[in-house]
């Protein structure tokens, strides 16, 4: 703050984050220390360059009063980061109860008698906040980045326990594969000998029939024959 025995000013540096093609704003705080009213007006050296709110007005006692200094948008990058531009605040004791309507520009000139105070202020260009860097994918923030192909060639660790994954998977799904068609093949056995069990049987059933066609046979015998045929014809068809 400066050590002005009317006002206080905070900062004495204008900090202006430059970007390029953006409006730029910074605060100023303009604190009374007296229990006098006392009027300001802010100036600058390059008035189409800022935009000054309230570029005049009255603190009152003990008060303080902020001011907004907006800097245009720029189309070009200053050489080097480096301002010129300077802006100066003037400030003077005026009448009790005055109001910012009151202030006319007569009351900042030495010319008229009146104890004014100057304070001048520099401008400084800093570079703008960088923004936080992105959380790699695949990782938790506060975490070490996902090990991924070094630039040497290796490979990472989690990346060969993936390639190991997918050589095993086959080989499973293989294995479970051929035991299904163990099963079925054994399967596919035991109804081919049941068939020729069967077979057999019928034979030895078509071979009484037909030694008890000479002296007669039962309506019971044929019809367990029928069913004996019926029966080999759906397994001959499975």
Do not use: W
């Amino acid at each position: 703050m400066s050590a002005g025995e009317l006002l206080g000013i905070e900062p004495l540096e204008l900090k202006f984050p430059f970007e390029l093609k953006k409006q730029i704003s910074c605060s100023l705080q303009l604190s009374n220390k007296t229990d006098e009213y006392v009027a300001f007006k802010v100036k600058t050296t390059s008035p189409k360059k800022y935009c000054v709110r309230p570029n005049t007005g009255v603190v009152l006692p003990r008060s303080t009063c902020d001011v907004i200094v907006t800097m245009q948008a720029q189309r070009e990058m200053p050489p080097d980061m480096q301002c010129k531009d300077k802006f100066l605040v003037q400030s003077v004791v005026t009448g009790h109860g005055a109001s910012p309507k009151d202030i006319t520009p007569e009351m900042f000139t030495k010319e008229s008698g009146n104890a004014v105070e100057e304070v001048k202020l520099r401008v400084v260009y800093v570079s703008p906040p960088q923004p936080p860097s992105p959380v790699p994918e695949g990782s938790e923030e506060g975490s070490s980045p996902r090990p991924s192909i070094s630039d040497n060639g290796n490979v990472a660790a989690s990346e060969l326990v993936n390639a190991a994954r997918a050589f095993v998977e086959p080989q499973e799904k293989s294995s479970e594969t051929k035991a299904l068609i163990l099963r079925l093949s054994e399967e596919k056995n035991s109804a081919i000998q049941l068939n020729n069990k069967l077979q057999q049987e019928l034979d030895l059933l078509r071979r009484e029939v037909g030694k008890k066609q000479r002296g007669g046979f039962s309506f019971m015998f044929v019809i367990i024959v029928v069913l004996i045929g019926i029966v080999l014809g759906y397994l001959m068809k499975t």
